[in-house]
């Protein structure tokens, strides 16, 4: 296989690891490779890898890609199939719906399409083939990340695994005599991921009443759908599905809706992912009971119960109803107790910020390590990602700590959410502890203000930032609008590298792009001690001088 081959493979999370490994495994750049990673490869014989991984998602996907860069030897034991949630029922597949019933919301936007001149008439779209893309693109990513580990000579052991002491795990796959086994390792990364949150009361039939694995196979398109959850989940579901034709009802536990989002974010998305759609609900809410029904023959019927007071208020009956409240991490079964270590309440592994498991006395059980989901620090699968990267590191002996306030976050409706940081309402939460309250402050910028929105007809959106204004320092940027979840990174890498606006707010941003809506974010920003600069759209032109000029 040529190195551009492997690269092309190996493409995923941002990492494209292996060709670089390809490479690195010359005899001269792997020594320097091993010498990096001296104390973590210390295993040499004593044990069958230097790293074992359990759970081959796209959390323990990019450890293995990055240990192995280190020289480490790496196997991973994966139960049910490379790539995990991401790959197989999350990310990959629900972009893939939202991608192709977002081109059926835009063709189906005669007004739209209209005011750029353009007629499209009597769209339609076949349900199957939609699926079909979902699926296939799951499957061959699924296959890309295999031949990626394979080809940098990881070994993929087949089974569940359980640990069974310091250093050594068991696999095994019910009814398969013929896989399965004792593995032994330098360190092991537990990186077993998470299912869907079902709460109490609401049976799956995985026909009318349904999670996420369910929904994303789009075997039907109910026409009315309650949907349990307005987080990311729900909204993305709820962008398919109204595009595609059902109307959607919200049945919502808080009081507004989505309320894991920055509120004035919230509001502003509401006001265009949801008033003007065909979607109604409910909220302050619980689902307390669900009965299926039969598709086409029996309604779904759903009890909703007042938050607050506890008593049943409405009953509603719908086609379908998609759960999609919350992940519950996948930790049965690891048999913790074996290394004096058990999972929280609610099932995830205690680990400290170098990603080290914690004892049942808080203190750290040598060479053991979980990442992604399982230990819920942030269950996105970028998050796994840097978490499985970030423990290698410390496995490396090169001490790292992942900063999670820098780790991005999107929402892929049409058009997108995207934050990093704190939500406004945290930020003054936290100031205010913190005793530096009355230095919070907020720079708000329109999508209508950008040319290169307005050319596309998409003004709807604003971008926020909350920020220090004695020292500059960004607690969070919120960005609602047309492909949000690419501007957000300027931010998040701002963070990542601890630069302040006034270190960025010089910086020049190609015109007109998107990019601009942050450019105009971070110039509107007033921090004590740093000049403020004259804004294109705020400045008024001297006579003959040009808008550019000015904002020059
Ligand atoms: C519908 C949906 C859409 C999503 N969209 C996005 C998105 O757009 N962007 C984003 O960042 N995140 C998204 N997520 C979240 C993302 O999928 C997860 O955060 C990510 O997959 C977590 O990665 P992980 O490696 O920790 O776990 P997982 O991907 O869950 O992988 C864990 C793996 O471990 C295996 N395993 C478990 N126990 C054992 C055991 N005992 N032995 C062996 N193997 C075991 C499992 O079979 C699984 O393959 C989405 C999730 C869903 C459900
Ligand atoms: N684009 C992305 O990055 C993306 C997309 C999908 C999923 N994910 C990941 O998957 C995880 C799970 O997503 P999710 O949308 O299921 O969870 P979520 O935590 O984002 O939202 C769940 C919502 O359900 C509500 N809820 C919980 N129990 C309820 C009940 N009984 N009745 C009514 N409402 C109830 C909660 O108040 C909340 O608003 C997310 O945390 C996220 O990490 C990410």
Redesign the pocket.
């Known amino acids: 296989m040529s190195g551009r081959q492997s690269l092309r493979q190996g493409q995923f999370l941002g990492q494209s690891l292996p060709c670089a490994v390809l490479e690195a495994r010359s005899v001269k750049s792997r020594t320097r490779q091993i010498k990096l990673c001296a104390q973590a490869a210390k295993a040499g014989g004593k044990y069958d890898y230097d790293l074992l991984i359990?759970?081959?998602?796209?959390?323990?996907h990019g450890a293995a890609l990055h240990a192995v860069e280190s020289g480490l030897k790496v196997a991973v034991?994966?139960?049910?199939?490379i790539g995990?949630?991401?790959v197989n029922?999350?990310?990959v597949p629900?972009?893939a719906l939202l991608a192709a019933s977002g081109r059926v919301r835009d063709m189906k936007n005669t007004m739209h399409l209209k005011s750029m001149g353009i007629q499209v008439d009597n769209v339609r779209y076949d349900r199957q083939p939609i699926a079909d893309h979902a699926n296939n693109l799951a499957a061959s990513i699924q296959g890309n990340l295999k031949r990626s580990l394979e080809a940098i000579g990881v070994d993929i052991l087949i089974?569940?695994?359980?640990l069974t002491g310091p250093n050594t795990v068991k696999?095994s796959l019910p009814g398969r005599v013929d896989v399965g086994g004792t593995v032994t390792a330098g360190d092991i990364m537990i990186?077993?991921?998470?299912v869907p949150f079902v709460p109490p009361g609401i049976p799956i039939d995985g026909k009318t009443v349904f999670t996420?694995d369910h929904a994303?196979k789009l075997e039907w398109v109910p026409d009315w759908v309650a949907i349990i959850g307005s987080g990311?989940?729900g909204l993305e579901f709820s962008d398919v599905y109204t595009a595609l034709g059902s109307e959607v009802t919200f049945i919502e536990a808080v009081d507004n809706l989505m309320p894991g989002f920055d509120k004035e974010i919230a509001r502003l998305a509401q006001r265009v992912l949801i008033n003007p759609r065909k979607i109604d609900w409910h909220t302050g809410v619980l689902a307390s009971k669900v009965t299926p029904g039969v598709p086409g023959v029996k309604p779904v019927e759903i009890e909703l119960t007042d938050f607050k007071t506890k008593e049943v208020v409405d009953k509603l009956e719908v086609d379908a109803c998609l759960v999609a409240t919350g992940?519950a991490p996948?930790t049965q079964?690891?048999n913790l107790a074996s290394v004096g270590a058990e999972v929280d309440r609610r099932g995830f592994v205690p680990v400290n910020e170098r990603m080290q498991v914690l004892d049942t006395k808080g203190k750290v059980v040598p060479h053991l390590y979980c990442?992604?989901?399982?230990n819920g620090k942030y269950?996105?699968?970028?998050a796994?990602s840097a978490q499985g990267i970030s423990a290698v590191e410390n496995i490396c002996e090169r001490p790292h700590v992942l900063n999670h306030a820098s780790v991005p976050a999107a929402c892929?409706t049409h058009p997108e959410v995207s934050f990093v940081g704190m939500t406004e309402e945290a930020a003054r939460e936290a100031a205010e502890k913190a005793g530096y309250g009355d230095k919070v402050s907020i720079s708000k910028t329109s999508f209508k203000a950008n040319s290169k929105a307005l050319a596309e007809g998409e003004g709807d959106g604003m971008a926020k930032m909350i920020y220090r204004r004695d020292t500059g320092e960004i607690l969070g940027v919120h960005i609602f609008g047309l492909h949000a979840a690419d501007l957000i990174h300027e931010a998040s890498n701002a963070i990542s590298m601890g630069s302040s606006i006034g270190d960025i707010k010089f910086n020049v941003h190609a015109h007109p792009t998107l990019s601009e809506v942050l450019d105009e974010l971070f110039k509107q920003a007033h921090v004590e001690g740093i000049p403020d600069i004259a804004l294109q759209s705020k400045v008024k032109p001297e006579k003959g001088v040009k808008r550019e000029a000015v904002a020059a």
């Open positions: 359990i759970g081959c998602g796209v959390g323990g034991v994966e139960g049910h199939d995990g949630t991401c029922r999350g990310c629900s972009k089974g569940q695994a359980k696999y990186a077993t991921g998470s996420s994303l990311y989940i992940r996948y079964g690891l990442i992604g989901d399982a269950m996105l699968a970028h796994a892929f």
